[in-house]
């Protein structure tokens, strides 16, 4: 037997015997020694029904409460401007094509298939584009007035500014791309930018401005 207990494998597997030997053994009283206590668990909930009835009482909460609404508020009143924008410095156009390919397939309510995965289709060939899009930097004053001023109806999409102060002053909506989705699907790196339709396309078109007591 001292041959096989050299072998790491053995020796573990004999103590393992020896705890399940044991373990099967009748439990002995050993007594009570020194002083004990009962094993309580805090009830977590609890912790914190009652933390949150101490911030009630000493007004915290509330404060808390009317930071998170000036938070959001900020972040509406004025959004983090979409990154990487500058103001165009030339006259250029592009046509951008908005079909897409279905990554599922695309079925009506009844089940019917009305799209298979893997079709490529353009929107615009079902659903014209109503007005043009229109991008600018909300805290231009130039961009401002050259979307005011569009002679076509249009959205007016801000990529920079705040969106709810300009509808207040000039009583039409503002909108705002937030995170820069548009942006970045239609690959828009300057403003402002006119987006309108083109047979089955959509063309971009850069229009450089300049600020007032701006030198050409």
């Given at each position: 037997m001292s041959a096989l207990?050299?072998?790491?494998?053995?020796?573990?597997l004999v103590a393992v015997m020896g705890i399940l030997l044991a373990g099967a053994a009748p439990a002995e009283d050993l007594g009570v020694r020194g002083?004990?206590?009962?094993?309580a668990e805090p009830d977590l909930l609890a912790a914190l029904e009652a933390r949150l009835q101490e911030?009630?009482?000493?007004?915290?909460?509330?404060?808390?409460?009317?930071?998170?609404?000036?938070r959001v508020r900020a972040r509406i009143e004025a959004p983090e401007p979409v990154a990487g924008i500058v103001p165009a410095?030339?006259?250029?156009?592009?046509?951008?094509?908005?079909?897409?390919v279905l990554d599922r397939d695309i079925r009506l309510p009844d089940g019917n298939l009305l799209a298979a995965a893997g079709t490529?289709?353009?929107?615009?060939?079902?659903?014209p584009l109503s007005r043009?899009?229109?991008?600018?930097?909300?805290?231009?004053?130039?961009e401002v007035s050259w979307a005011l001023g569009h002679a076509s109806p249009a959205k007016i999409v801000l990529l920079a500014g705040r969106p709810l102060d300009l509808s207040r002053r000039h009583g039409q909506p503002f909108y705002f791309d937030q995170g820069g989705r548009l942006a970045h699907r239609f690959?828009?790196?300057?403003t402002p930018v006119v987006i309108a339709q083109?047979?089955?396309h959509l063309r971009l078109t850069e229009v450089p401005l300049r600020d007032r007591g701006e030198r050409p």
């Open positions: 207990l050299r072998r790491p494998r053995a020796a573990i002083e004990t206590w009962a094993i911030l009630e009482r000493s007004g915290a909460l509330a404060a808390i409460e009317d930071e998170a609404r000036e410095t030339q006259h250029r156009s592009r046509l951008v094509d908005p079909s897409v490529r289709l353009n929107p615009l060939a079902h659903v043009d899009l229109l991008f600018i930097d909300g805290r231009r004053d130039a690959g828009l790196a300057a083109d047979g089955l």
